[in-house]
Nanobody, 124 residues
Framework: VQLQAFGGGLVQPGGSLRLSCAAS????????IGWFRQAPGKEREGVSC??????????YVVDSVKGRFTVSRDNAKNTVYLQMNSLKPEDTAVYYC????????????????WGQGTEVTVSS
């Protein structure tokens, strides 16, 4: 089981980025996949989650990003995306994706496998 998060970078406030979480070694559509972030000096927080298809792929985003961030899947590519719009300086963090190990898992998941982080910096 491997997850690779990428797509981070430097963006101006109000800009957009799309993060990708590419899965390998398993078929990710059957598992809950979560996005997390950790800002400098702060604890890691959950940002978003998408359930496995057995739970209709239901999605969740934390209140602080609601209306700005969207999570989705491309099952053909075995990839989960986090579309981030209207970015704010407070969104600056290292973003991680993680997967639940239980088939048919739903949000909130129980995350056992983590990818490496991708850094997002929102600054003018």
């Amino acid at each position: 089981v491997q997850l690779q998060a990428f797509g981070g970078g430097l963006v101006q406030p109000g800009g957009s980025l799309r993060l990708s979480c590419a899965a390998s070694g398993f078929t990710s559509e059957y598992y809950a996949i979560g996005w997390f972030r950790q800002a400098p000096g702060k604890e890691r927080e959950g940002v978003s989650c998408i359930s496995g298809i057995d739970n209709d792929g239901s999605t969740y985003v934390v209140d602080s990003v609601k209306g700005r961030f969207t999570v989705s899947r491309d099952n053909a590519k075995n990839t989960v995306y986090l579309q981030m719009n209207s970015l704010k300086p407070e969104d600056t963090a290292v973003y991680y994706c993680a997967t639940d190990s239980r088939v048919g898992s739903s949000c909130p998941g129980r995350y056992e496998y983590w990818g490496q982080g991708t850094e997002v910096t929102v600054s003018s």
